[in-house]
């Protein structure tokens, strides 16, 4: 009785294998016109039960050695019944020391499967054996048996170009590019990723200390913890590893790690404006935290970042308790505030002081995205209005007064900057003991002109309710929010540095600067 057929188009033995199969086609020919028959007329009781026989079939020549994932189909066949599953295992050698595999039977109705076996040395030996099992629980005493050689090419990984870092905080993310020889025909054309499984990060040799990360991403990130609080020179290890346990060789590379100012401000410059309002914004801010603040905060320029990723900036975040973020005069996000939602919310959630600056966080472009009811309800704000286009960015006009409620000695001011169209976002904040309007448009003071239609007509469009622009929000603990939709970082009225004033003071009411 044939026990094993092996699918190959060769002659020889090649040859004598598909004879077998041939005869293995007629028997399931004959199974079929059995269970035909069966199913019209049944059969008399049995007066014993007959074993049921396996045929295992592997497509390829397995005299060859064969790739780590192995296809595997089987049948089988009961002359006096049925099969109802299969109990199948793998074996190493019974030499082989530290066998990689679990070696105990399981039971499939599957006729075929997948498997990636263990091959992390670059060849390897294992058998497999299954064994039908019919309608009476009886499996076939001999089951179907093949001896497999597999080999498996390692991976290779290297740094993504242009991403290292020289000087970091201890909050850093590598950016890698990986590839798995063994997933192409082409061996040494490292184009695919598809048996690629993860990757093993450890610092300055401890690689009793790796942490594995996941594929997808490409990043491996560390946060405050790895660095166990030593700062200086480090260095970084990476491999790579795949599904077959195949380990890439050791990639590293050095830089330098600041330790993080004592009560520390991590100012995020995410303005990407260009020309004099850029630098006008980066002064304004910088010559706030250098007077108040010297020493204690660290710039995050967004514009400088090679790339970004959730989890280094929620590593970032992690290290401070106070930031302060703006896009000011922006009107399209550079993605960072989304990358940054969960970072955020978790800085808030644990008492953390947050002020930002930013006409793209909520509503039509609203960088918040899904979360940005969550946000609404950190920052007090319980609605976001539209203009009669649908749109919830409104120009700055600097024929505006804007009512200013942050302290005592500005009351109201209007814009100095104009040209930058619609960056301005009008919102409802909530009215509770928690929450307090900053900067507002009293009703019926905020006047647009729209053209609506074809052909189009002039509407004259004021504001029904009173619109915020700026809001302070106390959440539960230590926790503060301060929202404000238009860039303070630009002058207002006609004084340069009145502006910078208004920065200070918001800081301190957000007690990020020291009241």
Not at 86 to 98: D, F, I, M, N, S
Request: charged share 20%; with cysteine.
């Amino acid at each position: 009785m044939v026990k094993s057929a092996v699918l190959q188009d060769s002659g020889g033995v090649g040859g004598r294998r598909l004879r077998r199969t041939a005869a293995l086609a007629l028997l399931l020919g004959t199974g079929w016109l059995w269970s035909c028959n069966d199913s019209v007329a049944p059969p008399p009781p049995k007066q014993g039960n007959q074993p049921p026989e396996t045929f295992l079939l592997v497509q390829g020549d397995s005299l060859q050695p064969q790739l780590y994932r192995l296809q595997l189909s089987w049948l089988g066949s009961d002359a006096d019944g049925r099969v109802l599953a299969y109990r199948r295992r793998w074996t190493c050698e019974p030499a082989q020391a530290g066998c990689l595999l679990d070696t105990t039977w399981t039971e499939t109705p599957a006729l075929a499967e997948l498997y990636v076996l263990p091959v992390p040395d670059g060849t390897a030996r294992y058998a497999f054996e299954v064994a039908a099992v019919d309608d009476d629980g009886v499996a076939d005493p001999t089951p179907a048996h093949q001896t497999f050689d597999l080999r498996n090419t390692p991976p290779v990984v290297q740094f993504e170009a242009g991403t290292l870092p020289t000087q970091t905080l201890p909050a850093v993310s590598f950016y890698l590019t990986a590839a798995d020889p063994d997933t192409t025909p082409k061996q040494d054309d490292g184009d695919s990723r598809a048996g690629l499984d993860h990757y093993r990060t450890w610092l300055d040799g401890a690689e009793d200390a790796v942490k594995i990360f996941p594929i997808a991403g490409d990043v491996v990130t560390l946060r405050a913890e790895d660095f166990d609080g030593r700062y200086g020179t480090r260095t970084v290890f990476v491999q790579v590893v795949d599904d077959g346990d195949a380990v890439s060789a050791t990639i590293q590379h050095t830089w330098e790690v600041q330790s993080p100012p004592e009560a520390g401000i991590l100012l995020v410059d995410d303005c990407r404006q260009g020309g004099f309002i850029e630098v006008r914004s980066d002064q304004s801010y910088r010559q706030v935290l250098d007077s108040s603040a010297p020493g204690r905060y660290v710039v995050l320029d967004i514009e400088t970042v090679p790339r970004l990723s959730a989890a280094d900036l929620e590593a970032t975040l992690a290290l401070f308790d106070r930031v302060v973020w703006y896009t000011d005069a922006d009107t399209t996000s550079s993605g960072a505030l989304e990358l940054a939602r969960n970072g955020l919310d978790v800085l808030l959630s644990r008492g953390g002081r947050l002020f930002l600056s930013s006409g793209v966080a909520f509503g039509t472009r609203g960088a918040f995205g899904d979360r940005e009811t969550r946000f609404r309800d950190l920052f007090g704000i319980e609605t976001v209005y539209r203009d009669p286009k649908g749109s919830t960015n409104f120009a700055m006009d600097q024929a505006d007064t804007v009512r200013a409620a942050v302290h005592p000695d500005l009351t109201q001011f209007h814009f100095l900057s104009q040209g930058l169209g619609s960056i301005m976002e009008c919102f409802g904040s909530r009215q509770d003991a928690m929450t307090r309007s900053l900067y507002f448009y009293p009703e019926s003071t905020f006047v647009r002109f729209y053209n609506i239609g074809t052909p189009p007509t002039t509407v004259r469009f004021a504001n029904p309710v009173q619109f915020d622009i700026g809001v302070h929000h106390e959440l539960a603990g230590t926790g503060r929010a301060t929202y404000v939709s238009f860039p303070i970082g630009l002058p207002i009225n006609d004084n340069l540095g009145e502006n910078e004033t208004e920065i200070r003071e918001l800081l301190k009411l957000t007690h990020i600067l020291e009241p």
